[in-house]
């Protein structure tokens, strides 16, 4: 498979055009021929930080990487943090605000679906820094 | 059970999508809440929901849903009934409430999508 590498920008609070880069991902994917069971996970995982990209952070990106191991998606966003970590992996816990809660989410579901989906899941954050998310799916 | 059917059962508008009637439905989930439909549903089925934002018709594309159901007289605008055109997504609406649309295709025999709840640790 051949190698992909694309990174899509992603703004804060612009829910018109949230899930425009997962909407990409998932066509690309699907023309390296991706399995439709890898590719639903993929693209609900990718939707899901996309959405926390641009619910929660000050603005950041999302890439894109395909090799021999798998799919890779990062997600790394300039601000403002995660203060607890675990509490904010806690299924139902949310600091959405009413507009995303308004328009279906803010649930408290994104952060545990992404790593359930996920094969691997790695969350880092620093309070004032940012939030680096990085997520591997097997082809296979 | 068929698009068609359900349009036929819940006396439904179908605003986009009326070459896709054909298309066989096997089960269901109703939610307002995209997060939880992100969450819980992990086949294709028929989405019966009451929000009509464009998040809607993403939620959809990602999970490979074909047909969504939009309850008490809901109608989405134009955009969100072109973007679910471009990509092979049937819309209905009914003039009925969540609650009584289930019950009527549940009666029809259309049953919902088997949840499948998340290990509560991971072992490895």
Same mark, same amino acid.
């Given at each position: ?17 949230? #899930? ?60 403002? #943090? ?59 | ?124």
């Amino acid at each position: 498979m051949s190698m992909v590498h694309q990174v899509y920008p992603v703004a804060a609070d612009d829910f018109t055009r949230a #899930g425009e880069a997962s909407a990409d991902i998932k066509r690309r994917l699907k023309q390296l021929g991706v399995s439709s069971a890898v590719l639903r996970r993929v693209a609900v995982a990718s939707y899901e930080v996309e959405l926390n990209l641009v619910i929660h952070s000050d603005g950041g990106e999302l890439t894109l990487n395909v090799d021999q191991d798998g799919v890779h998606l990062i997600s790394k966003d300039v601000g403002p #943090g995660i203060p607890d970590i675990d509490q904010a992996m806690r299924e139902g816990y949310s600091t959405a605000n009413e507009e995303a809660r308004s328009m279906g989410f803010g649930a408290g579901m994104g952060l545990p679906n992404m790593k359930r989906n996920a094969d691997q899941f790695a969350i880092e954050s620093q309070v004032g820094k940012g939030t680096t998310i990085e997520m591997t799916f097997k082809l296979a | 059970m068929t698009v068609a059917d359900i349009v036929s059962i819940l006396n439904a508008r179908v605003l986009c999508g009326e070459n896709r009637l054909d298309r066989t439905v096997h089960s269901a989930f109703c939610s307002d809440l995209m997060s939880d439909v992100l969450a819980f549903v992990n086949e294709k089925t028929v989405l019966i929901t009451g929000i009509i934002n464009p998040q809607v018709i993403r939620t959809a594309e990602m999970l490979d849903i074909r047909c969504l159901i939009f309850v008490r007289g809901k109608e989405p605008g134009e955009q969100v009934l072109s973007q679910a055109k471009e990509l092979g997504i049937t819309v209905l609406t009914t003039g009925d409430a969540a609650f009584t649309t289930c019950g009527k295709l549940y009666q029809a025999g259309l049953r919902g999508v088997a949840i499948e709840w998340p290990e509560s640790e991971d072992e490895t």
